[in-house]
């Protein structure tokens, strides 16, 4: 089966990209998986090209993950946003709170998280 959900995950971490990456295609043979190291690198990514959904870190240098969300919003194309952030306080949640993101989901020890948000996407696109 060829790849049909373009998936863009965005972290400053080449780790956690790589990781995320990873896990997503083992979890769904359907995702597509494209990286970005930063918000501006994510735009001109989605400039380029259409995804289907974004997988993006919260606190990130320069653009963080509700500024990245913001300006997708502001596009013709508007992907699923899934954040996926390890920033778990209520000035997260209070700030996530009315921002265009369709999913938060936290980042954790295991590999549990992955599949929520293989599944989060799935279920955004349906």
Known sequence: MSPS?????????????DLTSTFLQRADE???????????EALDRLSDEA???VVSDYRMPGMDGL???????????????VLFSAADDPETAA????APVDE???KGSGTDHYEDIAATIRELLE
């Open 5 to 17: 959900i373009r998936v863009l995950v965005v972290d400053e971490d080449r780790d956690v990209r």
């Open 30 to 40: 359907a995702f597509a998986i494209d990286t970005a190291e930063s918000g501006a």
């Open 51 to 53: 995804y289907d959904a």
């Open 95 to 98: 700030a996530v709170d009315g």
């Open 104 to 106: 938060f989901v936290l």
């Open 67 to 81: 500024e990245l969300a913001a300006a997708i919003e502001e596009r013709d194309h508007d992907p699923a946003f």
